[in-house]
């Protein structure tokens, strides 16, 4: 059963840190690229990053890039998020998602082009 599971989210004051896991089973990593799609009340989700778990490529969104970074562990089959210097705008639900990797892939922030997706992890941002 093919399974993407996110962990790591909870409460943090802003300008606090949080590492987001998000662990796969049922499936080897190895030939996708992991994306971290966020999504707050009443918007649209948006790709945040994207790793390619293949040679560690990553991709970042523009409003994140400096605070966000995504890494991999190919041996636990699991990507990571770490957000620093976290906002009050970063509040919403993190999603992790899988899109299979082909030559020439560049990275994708389109939540369509992903194939298997976990169920999310809420980070609140607030004093």
């Known amino acids: 059963q093919v399974q993407l599971v996110e962990s790591g989210g909870g409460l943090v004051q802003p300008g606090g840190s949080l590492r987001l896991s998000c662990a796969a089973s049922?499936?080897?990593?190895?030939?996708?690229?992991i994306g971290w799609f966020r999504q707050a009340p009443g918007k649209e989700r948006e790709g945040v990053s994207c790793?390619?778990?293949?040679?560690?490529?990553?991709y970042y969104a523009e409003s994140v890039k400096g605070r966000f970074t995504i890494s991999r562990d190919n041996a636990k089959n699991t990507v990571y998020l770490q957000i620093d210097s976290l906002k009050p705008e970063d509040t919403a639900v993190y999603y992790c998602?899988?899109?299979?990797?082909?030559?020439?892939?560049?990275?994708?922030?389109?939540?369509?082009?992903?194939?298997?997706w976990g169920r999310g992890t809420q980070v609140t941002v607030s004093s």
């Open positions: 998602a899988a899109d299979r990797w082909y030559p020439g892939y560049s990275g994708s922030f389109y939540a369509y082009e992903y194939d298997y």
């Open positions: 049922g499936f080897t990593l190895d030939y996708y690229a």
């Open positions: 790793i390619i778990m293949s040679d560690g490529s990553t």
